[in-house]
């Protein structure tokens, strides 16, 4: 399942690059992509209705030691007040979760 946000943008490969990661989870935040199985089967498949929606997400996927890693370069976030340095973020943008490896 793909979670994106309207301000995202990304390269025509990104998703497939993505899926290439092999990961439960890819990214955190605006741009996220969730392999279904364990989605259905840690949140019976409904998306969580809480401020940190991704936080929660990413803490039950890691929490059953799941596979999870950052998004690859690339993606662009195009709001103002995104990103690490609280501007405009382009490429190499990721978010504060470290891959981790199962």
Sequence with gaps: MLKI???VAMPLNYLKR???L???LVGLGPFMLVKMEPFLKLLG???SEVPTDDAYI???FKAAELRIAPWPEELVLNKEGRGEAGGTTTGGAR???KPSRR
């Design 18 to 20: 993505c899926l290439k």
């Design 45 to 47: 498949g409904r998306w």
């Design 5 to 7: 946000d309207a301000d």
């Design 95 to 97: 978010p504060a979760c």
């Design 58 to 60: 990413m803490m039950r």
């Design 22 to 24: 092999g990961a439960d």
